[in-house]
């Protein structure tokens, strides 16, 4: 029996996502099947791959005749998902199917568990780095069951007021039973998908619908940014405005990414990842109803945080003027005040000592060995608790 179906959309990387399929494939264990989803231009390469690839764990859903909108391709790789678990990676990521082994654990623990949750590793392929990058490793492994209502308050309102909303829920990079992406589909229109930036639509709606959310700190997966990834646009503004007017016409006739009650730009020079966070989860707050009290101050606490980050001042300066742009006509200018980003200081290094901290193991990329997600996660486990020790139980698990 299938328990597990990790879905790989694609599009237009078929060298990396040849990579990611042939690292799963030296999985053992058949518990799991691997879906691909090819939106590609050109349907050749991967035809051709699996023209000699013989592992029966492997599907492929070739190209339809017009390219469909990063919504259509994932819609269609959860109606052909045949486990009772879905996870779904990018074609430059890499996931342990040994991941089988925590979802049954906390089945075990925890009967009406429908939603877990790890924190991955993160790599840049060699090709992705314009600046010095480091990656990263976490370093624990406790479990534990997560409140939706705590969590909620981290993904609605934004509470903690940093640049990412601390909630990690969801299919990307995290396992969601099937009943339950069953129910959200019914829930919201008879779709799984409605809004284009959909791993932080579906983690808001993980969120609102699951009985009960596990998560785990030891990573089983892999962020990998690749040269030619959406991640790969933080580093570089040009390379994500380029990737923002793609998505947009890819996406059209759909729900667009910029909406008239949250009016920031995602065109403007000075767009961040930040920002298209927020305006996927006011969206989705705005729509179906959800309490969003306290949003507004803690967005501006995020969007200093976002600027905190800039390496340059004409970066600093981008992203100051973007931010401070929409908060002066969004409800009136009622959250303007609170927007008070500190001034630009020039960062004594970037991204150049590896290191510890809280709990995660940042390394330097440029000289280390691994080339690949996979090979950085073969790396990486050398410095963490083994997955059999995770998942036989040798470790306590929180209540």
């Not at 790989?8 to 879906?35: H, M, S």
Request: charged share 25%; hydrophobic share 40%.
């Amino acid at each position: 029996m299938v328990h597990l179906t990790i879905c790989l959309p694609t599009r237009n990387r078929q060298a990396y996502c040849i990579k990611t399929i042939e690292a799963l494939a030296e999985a053992d264990g058949a518990d799991f099947e691997v879906l691909v989803g090819d939106n590609s231009d050109d349907p050749a390469p991967l035809a051709a791959f699996f023209a000699t690839f013989s592992d029966r764990r492997f599907r492929l859903l070739p190209p339809r005749p017009a390219v469909l909108p990063m919504i259509g391709n994932w819609e269609r790789l959860l109606g052909q998902a045949e486990g009772r678990w879905i996870s779904v990676i990018g074609d430059d990521d890499h996931i342990d199917s040994r991941v089988t082994g925590l979802i049954r654990r906390c089945e075990v623990l925890h009967r009406d568990v429908d939603a877990i949750s790890w924190d991955p590793m993160s790599f840049h392929w060699p090709d992705n780095r314009p600046v010095p990058t480091l990656a990263s490793i976490p370093m624990t492994s406790g479990i534990e069951v997560r409140s939706r209502q705590a969590i909620g308050d981290r993904l609605y309102r934004w509470s903690e007021g940093k640049r990412r909303p601390a909630a990690g829920v969801g299919l990307y990079h995290g396992a969601v039973r099937k009943s339950l992406m069953e129910r959200i589909r019914q829930a919201y229109g008879g779709r799984y998908f409605e809004h284009p930036v959909v791993d932080w639509e579906n983690t808001c709606k993980v969120v609102a619908q699951a009985n009960k959310i596990v998560h785990c700190d030891r990573p089983f997966s892999v962020l990998g940014a690749c040269a030619a990834s959406n991640s790969a646009s933080t580093l570089s503004r040009d390379t994500m405005k380029a990737r923002l007017d793609t998505f947009e016409r890819e996406n059209s006739g759909g729900i667009r990414l910029e909406q008239p009650f949250f009016p920031f730009s995602l065109s403007d020079s000075g767009v961040s990842l930040c920002l298209s966070i927020a305006t996927t989860i006011t969206w989705f707050c705005r729509t179906h109803g959800v309490d969003q009290t306290g949003f507004g101050v803690n967005f501006a606490h995020a969007a200093m945080d976002e600027c905190r980050y800039c390496t340059t001042r004409e970066e600093h300066d981008a992203k100051v003027g973007c931010f401070a742009r929409g908060f002066a006509i969004w409800e009136d200018g009622r959250w303007a005040g609170d927007f008070k980003p500190a001034p630009f200081t020039p960062p004594k290094t970037v991204n150049q000592l590896s290191g510890l901290s809280n709990g995660t193991l940042h390394i330097r990329e440029d000289g280390i060995g691994p080339a690949t997600p996979a090979e950085f996660y073969r790396f990486g486990e050398n410095a963490i608790l083994p997955v059999e020790a995770l998942v036989t139980g040798v470790k306590v698990f929180a209540p």
